[in-house]
Nanobody, 122 residues
């Protein structure tokens, strides 16, 4: 069955970096849009970035542009989110999701991972 597993979260100081991974199984990743979302306590789930299936075009939320980079490795069936210059406001549970339309809207995605915690604090 379709499964998405996130990893790579943790505690990092402001200004630091983390790389999140989203390992997919049960489907061929390169045929689908993969998105990254995050949800902080008491806040709604927010679209962070997504990568298209056909041309690998990428989309980013304004809050992470220039700091985060999304890439895919089809051979490994994995999508990555490289996060640099992290800020305390980036603290959240990060989720990856599979969809068809490259939008930063949760409703556009059908399958979700369980999430990985990212905490940015000194």
């Amino acid at each position: 069955q379709v499964q998405l597993v996130e990893s790579g979260g943790g505690l990092v100081q402001p200004g630091g970096s983390l790389r999140l991974s989203c390992a997919a199984s049960g489907f061929t990743l390169d045929y689908y849009v993969i998105g990254w979302f995050r949800q902080a306590p008491g806040k709604e789930r927010e679209g962070v970035s997504c990568i298209s299936s056909n041309d690998d075009s990428t989309h980013y939320a304004d809050s992470v542009k220039g700091r985060f980079t999304i890439t895919r490795d089809n051979a490994k069936n994995t999508v990555y989110l490289q996060m640099n210059s992290l800020k305390p406001e980036d603290t959240a549970v990060y989720y990856c999701a599979m969809g068809i339309v490259p939008r930063l809207a949760a409703l556009a995605y059908d399958y979700w991972g369980q999430g990985t915690q990212v905490t940015v604090s000194s």
